[in-house]
């Protein structure tokens, strides 16, 4: 027999090349299964399995190459080539089984048994390819043994590669399985080199020409081990850089998904998706802010209930993405008389909420008159001919409440109020609104009880004629005095008596009273005296009212220039045709016509014109700042020439300081009416206290008629 000897320098060198292909094989598995595409899957099989296999075989021929016998050797190309594609089909196969989602203990077993049987097979076809004569015999022990140990090697592998594939390991983490790895596989090699037996006289036939040579496959064998070990450190370089910047820009794009993902949702959870306002939510938390600020600053602000006048027919008519788009569009009209503080809410349907901050005595009432106004006095939507109105209801804190809870109940009360009383109009909370159903059917039931006794009076505010200083007349006023509860608020009982229609006979009843009463300051010599009373909204537009007017001017024997019938400006024009017909007869019987509340509502001057009203009575919104606004001043004194252009008397009401006083009479009104000129009473200390020609109110020593009437601090011009 032939003995043969190993290099050891080799054989260490054929342990590394084993360990860096097992390394190899590793990474490739990895590669393998998270691989973003198919294709992209079967290249790195295709390639991570030539690589795989090139390391594999490298480490044999190395081993090879470490073998000496004492005859020279070589190796048969066309053999070396087929062990070759041997060690790189077992490496596919191997990469293959790895990748798949499952690897159970049968597919396992069979998988390391088919590639230990490949890679046994490329180790005795490198045996083969020296082709020995006579042919190299091998101890079935040993023999037995590397195939054993090429099929655990095997199992090992496969077994590491599946449970590393999907991890993102460190170098270090990989290094020792790769060791492992390699070990088994080179102890295989030796171990089947130990099975060979060269009997004496062989010699290699591949060692002639047609062989490759042993410095030849050295020198191959050097290139292909180079080659791997650049290879798999280039790889891994590249891979950490690439992973580390992919891992980057994921989580970048992560957080800014994840950014966008919370804000939209924020944006659903908050927000109305239709007019993209704030919701419910939204709304409790804007509220709950306001009320810490003024608690905090001693602040005051106001919550506004709106709820559309006939939404649900324009639904029904027009369908709901028409209904839809009317909401935005009055989201959208109301948005842009807001301040950039203010808050719209949106609660659902057609209910929306103002939070709206309320600085240095602002006219609240007035922001409601002009959203009503900004909303229903033109179309909404440019292709259809439809307009709506709203109506408001207004909880002020502290005022009337200082919790959310209380102020949307509150405010929601005052707008149900709103619609009760016809609708298209703004009411202010009272404590009335908040009475219980059964606290109002009792409250009603005495009112009806009422009418016809002396619980029901008349008060009369002394209306004065500016250019005389003597009172001219009065205004005429109900009052309830009620058995159990006192006086009860002029508004409250209205309210009630309009919503359930005993209006019309209480109107009625004091229509009579009002003509009764003035029939008797005639006859004490008062004739030239006026007595004015209110006509409510529903009372307007009952049928009977002309001839309600009528039997009474007859039956108390009257002038008929002298009763002056009073209608708000938001009454004449809810329905304008049919106002304007009840005035012109009206105005037939000799009448006067006064529009009271004049500025407040939203009125045409082509309707205006139209009205055969005798005089108009300027809101005493416009009065309470005169002094100190010159808005209010360019206001009331455009309402003055207005009025005078169109032949009507102008009564200013709620004159309350002898500076007012004084910028109406030089701004041409031509009655005043408020508590400076004397507050309501009843008839009979009417007739005491103005039942002698009333001297004239003393200006005072300040004010100078010469002065101009623009407020201090803003010159004329």
Known sequence: ??????????????????????????????????????????????????????????????????????????????????????????????????????????????????????????????????????????????????????????????????????????????????????????????????????????????????????????????????????????????????QSHLLRVRNSDLRTSLYDAQAELTQAALHDPLTRLPNRLLLQQHIEQSLSRAERNGTRFAVMFMDLDGFKQVNDAYGHQTGDALLVAVAERTRQLLRPDDVLARLGGDEFVLVVGIDNGEDIAALASRIIQTIGHEPLLPDHELQVTASIGIAICPDHAASERQLMAFADAAMYQAKEAGRNAQVLFSDWMNDSAEQQFQLLADLRRAIGTDQLFLHYQPKTRVAAHTVCGAEALIRWRHPQHGLVPTERFIRLAERSGVINEIGRWALDEACRQLREWHDAGHDSWTVSVNLSPVQFSSPDLLQDVRRVLQTHRMDPRRLILEITEN????????????????????????????????SSLLYLKRLPASEIKIDHAFVRDLENSSEDVVIVSAIVALGHALDMDIVAEGVETTGQRAYLERLGCDYLQGYLLGRPVDAQRFMQLHDHPRPRVVVAPEWNADEDLSPPGHPAG
């Open 1 to 242: 027999m032939l003995v043969g000897s190993y290099a050891p320098s080799l054989v260490l060198i054929s342990l590394l090349v084993a360990v860096m292909a097992s390394f190899t094989a590793l990474d490739m598995a990895a590669r393998v299964t998270t691989a973003p595409s198919r294709r992209q899957t079967a290249l790195w099989l295709a390639g991570g399995g030539c690589a795989m296999g090139l390391g594999i075989w490298s480490m044999h021929f190395i081993g090879m190459l470490a073998f000496r016998l004492p005859i020279p050797l070589g190796y048969d190309i066309a053999i070396t080539g087929t062990s070759l594609l041997a060690a790189i089909a077992s490496s596919v196969f191997a990469l293959w089984l790895v990748s798949l989602p499952t690897l159970p203990h049968t597919r396992l077993a069979l998988g390391a048994l088919l590639m230990g049987i490949g890679i046994a097979s490329m180790h005795y076809l490198g045996m083969a390819a020296m082709r020995m004569q006579p042919g190299i015999v091998y101890d079935p022990a040993w023999f037995v043994a590397s195939v054993l140990i090429a099929v655990a090697a095997s199992w090992t592998a496969l077994f590491v590669a599946f449970r590393l594939r999907g991890s993102q390991r460190r170098l270090r983490d990989r290094l020792a399985p790769a060791v492992l790895l390699g070990t088994a596989i080179v102890g295989m090699h030796y171990t089947g080199m130990a099975a060979a037996r060269f009997p004496a006289g062989s010699i290699c036939g591949a060692a002639g020409r047609d062989g490759l040579q042993t410095q030849w496959l050295a020198a191959i064998v050097l290139v292909l081990t180079i080659s791997i070990l650049t290879i798999v450190l280039v790889v891994s370089w590249l891979d950490q850089r690439m």
């Open 571 to 602: 009454t004449v024009m809810r329905d304008t045709e049919a106002s304007l017909r009840l005035l012109q007869s009206l105005a037939t019987l000799g009448v006067g016509i006064s529009i009271d509340d004049f500025g407040t509502g939203y």
